[in-house]
T-cell receptor, first 112, second 113 residues
């Protein structure tokens, strides 16, 4: 199956700092999503980005599908950005039915 | 907005009980999924369904079954709950196959004692 690796596993920031989270995947993908898991456990959709660049407020993401990686940028971080960030991909080979394979996540802590 | 709901946020059951976790989506999505999340193991796919009455095993189907009698509803069944099934269970849905955004419900924290 496809492998998904996220880095760094943990990240501690002061409020106002910028950060970059990385997601590497081992094969071609139909879908790549970034999620933020809130303290109550819900996965919040941040970006659907199988290729290209998107921006949403202080967050932006870039996927370079040919090089098999994606980056999530968080600018001017706030304490509410704390939580776990997941990258998940749908393998392009065969009939996937939309199944996602998740990375292990990056735990972000933003201190005031 | 897509909405995926799950029947309970927190559930406590005894070993050996039959447990039903319900998931409902309101966007007429073809695909529905059940994952479990455990510390250190991440999110793992249990079962998924790509149409009414159709189901496929995911990566960790042992000890679980599913039911999809209506398009909007996907149930996860623990036939005889065990303590190693204590976990966070997350339901998701997506449209059709191949490259569609997946949306998640709020999750159910199940404790089996």
């Amino acid at each position: 199956g496809i492998q998904v690796e996220q880095s760094p596993p943990d990240l501690i920031l002061q409020e106002g700092a910028n950060s970059t989270l990385r997601c590497n995947f081992s094969d071609s993908v139909n879908n790549l999503q970034w999620f933020h898991q809130n303290p109550w456990g819900q996965l919040i959709n941040l970006f659907y980005i199988p290729s290209g660049t998107k921006q949403n407020g202080r967050l932006s993401a870039t996927t370079v599908a040919t090089e098999r990686y994606s980056l999530l940028y968080i600018s001017s971080s706030q304490t509410t950005d704390s939580g776990v960030y997941f990258c998940a991909v749908e393998h392009a080979g065969g009939t996937s039915y939309g199944k996602l394979t998740f990375g292990q996540g990056t735990i972000l802590t933003v201190h005031p | 907005d897509v909405k995926v709901t799950q029947s309970s946020r927190y559930l406590v059951k005894r070993t050996g009980e039959k447990v039903f976790l319900e998931c409902v989506q309101d966007m007429d999505h073809e695909n529905m999924f059940w994952y479990r999340q455990d510390p250190g193991l991440g999110l793992r796919l249990i079962y998924f369904s790509y149409d009414v009455k159709m189901k496929e095993k995911g990566d960790i189907p042992e000890g679980y079954s599913v039911s999809r009698e209506k398009k909007e509803r996907f149930s996860l069944i623990l036939e005889s709950a065990s303590t190693n099934q204590t976990s966070m269970y997350l339901c998701a849905s997506s449209a059709s196959t191949g490259g569609y955004e997946q949306y998640f419900g709020p999750g159910t924290r199940l404790t089996v004692t």
